[in-house]
């Protein structure tokens, strides 16, 4: 009964997985056909407000972007002989999402490359946000090299055909990278407004390892958020990996300190800085020796027994021979060679004894005067502060140099730099919708096509969190109908085994006792004994059944003819039970010394 009710439970269990399963693959499916429709009905993207948009570019149209994009031909002012000849193509990546969507792709290597375009229109940092997005793609991975970006600065005599890296830029952004050196920069020029000249403010490294992107050949998305109120924000593929304040987190700091050491201030004659000096009237005590050794003989040490102190722990080897090349007058005069003296194998040792050194208690090595607290002390001597006369207190340092273009000037020793989906706008909901048709979209296609069995049904499930509560009953329940099976009727199996074995059971004596005495007490009106209770006619059978089980018969294959003539037996034993009522029935009993069993009666 049991085993049918498992057996109806895991079928019950197989079908809800199946069914489940089903519907998994045929959405899995649905899914997979969607991604590879998507080659055919992508559409380039649009900004979805150009009013919000300073400057944007899918490189989709190469028509278009080859009008946009300036080639630099110009030359490195601190490289004589060096050219920025690097070369760049519109093309579509080596390994290709949508079937129109092409990019910027330096193909060169070990070559200075540079390019860019101008913005639509000048972004001015004054009261809206900045957010600039673009993705990189190593193809190839990368040794040595960079993949950032320049803002450069608005200028009306800003030539594109000309630039350079001494071209004035406003913020440089992107990964970076030589050797075991991992960057992601964010720098930005800052004018002093005393001076007017301009320094570098680099942001501090990001805390989170970006190596795998390196590396693994798929494209990545490189977002500044920058805030007017001196905020910033450096996001990778939507994770946010830095963030800081301009006033506090770049180094050199933006506004310089308003005391500076006085470089003309000097140090006076009588400033000690001797934290300790030597105790001039401390004297030697009369009983240092130093000249006491720091080790000496162990007084205790005594010769092992068996030392051969008359043995040499080497002999003369008497069976070499002079080589016959050797030349006394070359190599000088030839001698025996040594070997280990085998008398000296078996004893602890040979030759000359000397006991082990031990530490001198009584060493104390060259004497020292000591040191004692300088009582003229005055501590470290530092300059004293003035005033900075360079000082300045810019609380915006956001409101920089305004933006004209953006250019790319870089120097790889790898090839294949993929650059693809620039943006650069001052509004969030317009960087998500384009994210959204731009990288966001390719970035599913690529899991969905790296993604293996079970992170695909991981990634189902979450979508769908009712698969949770299917897969604990899937998982739980025939673990409690196993359980149960195996130790919770362990009891029933028990007692069924009893009955359908011949060996002792503790109640068997007794019971059997007990149903002799009911039947010798039973009362009779003829004088004769009345026959025996249907109950322990039926006992009789069940003990037939059972030695016959004891001698080698299986219940399921005891067949009905025996039964019947075991049935006739009884019968004939009632009767002449009948006839004789004299003769009471017997009861035997086994030995104390083996299991008691049930007997059928005899007459």
């Not at 969507?101 to 330096?106: F, G, I, K, S, T």
């Not at 020029?189 to 680099?202: A, D, L, S």
């Not at 990778?236 to 700091?253: A, C, F, I």
């Not at 079970?454 to 899937?474: D, I, K, Q, S």
Request: charged share 30%.
């Amino acid at each position: 009964m049991e085993r049918r009710t498992l057996l109806r439970c895991l079928l019950l269990v197989f079908v809800v997985c199946h069914v489940t399963a089903t519907e998994h693959d045929d959405e899995l499916e649905l899914e997979h056909n969607h991604v590879e429709d998507l080659n055919e009905v992508y559409i380039p993207a649009e900004p979805l407000e150009l009013s919000n948009v300073h400057f944007y570019e899918n490189f989709d149209d190469p028509d278009v972007s080859k009008k946009r994009w300036i080639v630099s031909r110009a030359q490195k002012e601190d490289q004589q002989g060096s050219k920025y000849d690097g070369i760049w193509e519109f093309q579509l990546p080596q390994r290709v999402i949508f079937g129109n969507d092409r990019a910027l792709v330096l193909k060169s290597k070990a070559k200075h490359a540079a390019i860019s375009a101008k913005l639509a229109k000048p972004f001015e940092f004054q009261s809206k946000p900045l957010f600039v997005q673009y993705e990189v793609n190593f193809q190839n991975g990368i040794d040595c090299g960079g993949a950032y970006i320049k803002l450069l600065s608005y200028s009306n005599n800003l030539d594109l055909a000309k630039f350079t890296d001494k071209t004035p830029y406003t913020i440089m952004f992107g990964p970076d990278k030589c050797g075991n050196d991992y960057k992601l920069h964010f720098i930005f020029r800052h004018k002093n407004p005393i001076t007017g000249e301009f320094e570098e403010k680099h942001a501090t490294k990001p805390s989170n390892r970006l190596e795998e992107n390196y590396s693994d050949k798929k494209p990545h998305a490189y977002l500044l958020k920058l805030f007017p109120d001196n905020t910033f924000q450096v996001f990778v593929d939507g994770v946010l990996v830095n963030n800081g304040h301009l006033l506090e987190d770049m180094t050199p700091s933006v506004n310089p300190p308003m005391e500076i050491p006085d470089e003309k201030d000097r140090r006076p004659a009588d400033w000690d800085e001797r934290e300790k000096i030597v105790d001039s009237s401390a004297n030697k005590p009369d009983d240092w020796d130093e000249e006491a050794p720091a080790t000496i003989p162990d007084p205790s040490a005594v010769i092992p027994d068996g030392w051969l102190e008359d043995e040499s722990p080497t002999i003369p080897d008497v069976s070499a021979k002079k080589p016959d090349d050797w030349d006394d007058g070359m190599d000088g005069e030839w001698d025996l060679p040594k070997i280990d003296n085998p008398a000296c194998a078996s004893v602890p040792g040979c030759g000359p004894w000397t006991p082990t050194q031990i530490p001198n208690p009584g060493f104390k090595g060259k004497w020292k005067q000591p040191m004692i607290p300088n009582p003229n002390y005055k501590g470290k001597w530092e300059p004293r502060l003035i005033t900075n006369p360079k000082y300045f207190d810019d609380k915006e340092p956001f409101k920089m140099t305004s933006i004209g273009a953006v250019g790319i000037e870089i120097w790889a020793m790898t090839d294949l730099i993929l650059f693809d989906n620039f943006i650069i706008t001052d509004n969030d909901k317009v960087l998500q919708d384009w994210n959204s048709k731009t990288y966001e979209l390719k970035r599913r296609i690529i899991e969905k096509d790296s993604e293996g069995v079970l992170m695909r049904t991981f990634n189902y499930t979450n979508a769908h969190p009712w698969l949770w509560a299917v897969y604990m009953v899937v998982i739980g329940l025939p673990l409690v109908l196993i359980i149960t099976f195996c130790c919770g009727s362990q009891e029933k199996r028990d007692d069924a085994r009893n009955k359908k074995t011949d060996e002792y059971v503790e109640d068997d004596e007794a019971e059997l006792l007990n149903d002799s005495r009911q039947d010798d007490q039973m009362p009779s009106t003829s004088g004769t004994s009345v026959p025996r209770s249907d109950k322990s006619a039926e006992k009789e059978n069940l003990e037939l059944d059972v030695g016959a089980i004891g001698d080698g018969h299986n219940v399921d294959e005891y067949d009905e003819e025996e039964i019947e003539e075991e049935d006739e037996g009884v019968v004939d034993s009632e009767a002449e039970t009948v006839s004789d009522a004299s003769t009471p029935p017997k009861v035997s009993t086994a030995s104390t010394d083996g299991p008691k069993k049930r007997s059928p009666r005899v007459d």
